[in-house]
């Protein structure tokens, strides 16, 4: 065992300070990268070298087996391995099972190891049609609500003020089938891992014997990464506690990214008005990253709400942070991919890179520039795009397409191949599996299924146009396409670059990191929108930063697809960090107009005057984010493109671009909306109301 002088050595001041305050309560707040584990680990063995702690006496919270794992590790090199480190469910699981022989009599219920079996079953029971991405959607809401302590007779009040959906199922059939689910559940003798901490809780609110027993046992607590508690969690600590306040709690706000979970920061951040005596320190030496990644990560939360500390590097200086517009999603691959490249020559491992993005859609084109550049890869927290269920249903139903019209030919059923643009036949099959043009507004795998459709559109739209003139892009050439790709990019690899969601990299660090996406719309999503939505955005976008231990690099684009306009911005977040682009040029020239035109009308986003009949049309700036449906404003400019051709007329006479911007962000219903629109009169209106109305449905 350690001495106890040897555990303090081995500590800087601020971590030193955590591990002599032996005493509850105690709050640490912990920034990136300052050794948090470290402390915590060193304070518990402290205490049992100087003979304040028993360690069978301490109870250690974590969030992920992974870290209560390191965490036993550490403590058993210490000298303090009887101490209990365990995540939340584990540590109530084991009480559960201990307690309710003796509570109850009997068994307790088995444990789920899947919510969607019974799921699906309450679905059927309230006639629900539903497929596997929105079980997933649903076991996630479930889990939201009974973390939060949403009952099901709840559900329908309280979850639409809270901003809750779950795909296109409205919030009272989601109840019913909530409440299905607990009845299935009940009649089954299962529960799931939300209920083992209600069971635990229940337990110790219900038996002053079980309570007493608990408490003789554990003394001492100490829970990690407490910004990501849930109102269930700490209502199960305090039942631990019992009123007493010998409890450690470490955390850092500006890593709250799990709110749509239930994760409630406010349990760290009002820990010192909780208890007025706590002892509060701040660890604030980091011990990860450069400081020029530091300086990105501090100047990204200055002037923010969200409350953290300042990060103060200990590491030598390094290369400073990359910021690169590319004109599209394409070119920022290629890019990145050729910086990975120029990386792994200069002596960086490949596993020390990772590609990081805000939802897995996005990953597609990374995996196809990585592979041309001959740069192998994993993808973390996800399944690799042309491996995911509706990919692989997708290429099925395209392939099935071609062989029907292949046997009909030959049948003699057909004079010639299919007339329809590959974009519109494309369009057409995954409308059958629920692709709509317009994105679905809930969160989760409804929304996760719908971008990986919409990237198979994107990648028809440039298969399509690379097509010779004279010899049409067909449905069978781009099935074969999709075929070489799969084939292509998913060889097995020993080891790659790493690519993941921002969200799957929390806890992670790599040598160097390449931030992508990094514009509007992606970043912050799109569907974040409420201050509070924004706000935990930037923060996700402080934890992909600070996952950067030398090499950082943050990249946008400003259009999809080779050849698009240019419509993006970077993200507002970016501001202040990043040197000036092109982008920033042609809207500081339109700002200074506007200053000399003196104009009326103002942006309906940022009150700034506009300048342009073009931005007084569409209502706000150029400098302003996109606010309208991208995804929808591309189907509407192909189908101008339809009438146009038809009717041997340019585009424009058909409808305008911010004509076409308008109606992908208001969506009228109905001929009167319509006709609200700039640039759609009377003569346009009964032109083409009707098809107009089909699409914006």
Known sequence: MASSDDLLAALDPEQRAVATALRGPVRVLAGAGTGKTRALT???????????????EVLAVTFTTRAAGEMRGRLRAMGAGQTQARTFHSAALRQVRWFWPKVYGGEPPQLLDSKVPVLAAAARRNRVEVDQSLLRDLASEVEWAKVSNVRPEDYLRLAPARGRAVGSLDAATVAHVFASYEELKREQGRMDMEDVLLIGAALLSEDERVAAEVRRQYRWFVVDEFQDVSPIQSALLDLWLGG????????????????????????????????PGATSVELVRNYRSTPQVIAAANGLLQGSSTRSVRLQSQSASGAEVTWREAPDEVAEAEAVAARAVQLRDQGVPLREMAVLFRINAMSEVFEEALTSAGVPYVVRGAVRFFERQEVRQATALLRGDVRAAQRAQEAGELAGPVDDALVTQVQAVLSGMGWTAQAPAARGKSRDRWESMQALISLAGDFSAAAPADEPATLAGFVAELDRRAHEQHAPVAEGVTLATIHAAKGLEWDAVFLVGMQEGAMPIVHADTPAGVEEERRLLYVGITRARRHLWVSWSLARNPGGQARRTPSRFLAGLRPASATDTGAGSGRRAVRASKRAAVCQQCQTPLATSRERNRGYCSQCPVPYDEALYDVLKAWRKEQADAESVPAFVVFSDATLEALAEVRPRDRAGLQGINGIGRAKLDKYADELLGLLA
Do not use: K, M, N, W
Request: charged share 15%.
């Open 244 to 275: 007493r306040d010998e409890i450690c709690v470490v955390g850092d706000p500006a890593q709250t990214i799990y709110s749509f979970a239930g994760a409630q920061p406010g349990f760290l951040t009002d820990f010192t008005a909780r208890f």
């Open 42 to 56: 060193h304070r518990i063995a402290y205490g049992v070298a100087t003979g304040v702690y028993q360690p069978t």
